[in-house]
């Protein structure tokens, strides 16, 4: 089995690099303000002509209005929009609609009731992403809060669209994470920092090649 993985919070050449040199099939950029890995438009799109073909540009929003989505599409060439808020199924095909662009949605997981939330989702949207539920009093960002979920929730199921795994991935465990889950693709953010918002590229390289290795 071949496992791609998705390094997400990119916000220098650096670590873009070795992401790239590591073999990641995805890079993410962050637009969203409140997160230690936020990136402007205009650094994300010199980011994102420095990948070469094969690697996919994935942008993160949260509840994104079509202003502000205008705004970064038509600056940053992204090959594929993540939605990582409380967007609803009609929300995701407005999207899908207006910018021509397969959308990826998060479904934040706490325990298997969030998965009715999944299949809704993938009625429309052409990938979903697993991603641990934070409590409320422990963060309030969507995602990046080095939080695992419980794994077994989603041993054994089928969905009908692809699925990326998320949530408190690191070196030592993502192994254990793709064996339980049956994930063939991973992404991993806080899990590669040497403190929040920072990739270290000595990380993502260990990481990729854990990947790799699966």
Known sequence: MTVAAK???????????????????????????????AIAPAMAAELA??????????????????????????QVPLDLIQLHGAETPRRIAEIKARYALPVMKAIRIGGPEDLTLALEAAEVADRLLFDAKPPAKVSALPGGNGIAFDWTILAGRSWPRPWMLSGGLTVDNVAEAVRV??????????????????????????????????
């Open 7 to 37: 390094i997400c919070g990119l916000t220098e050449p650096e670590s873009l690099r070795a992401a790239v040199a590591g073999g990641a099939r995805y890079v993410g950029f962050v637009f969203y303000p409140r997160s230690p890995r």
């Open 49 to 74: 002509r420095l990948l070469p073909t094969g690697v996919r540009s994935v942008g993160l929003f949260v509840d994104p209005d079509d202003e502000f989505l205008e705004h970064v599409t038509g």
């Open 181 to 214: 889950t049956g994930a063939t693709e991973v992404d991993v953010s806080s899990g590669v920092e040497d403190r929040p918002g920072h990739k270290d590229p000595a990380l993502v390289r260990a990481f990729l090649s854990a990947v790799t290795g699966l």
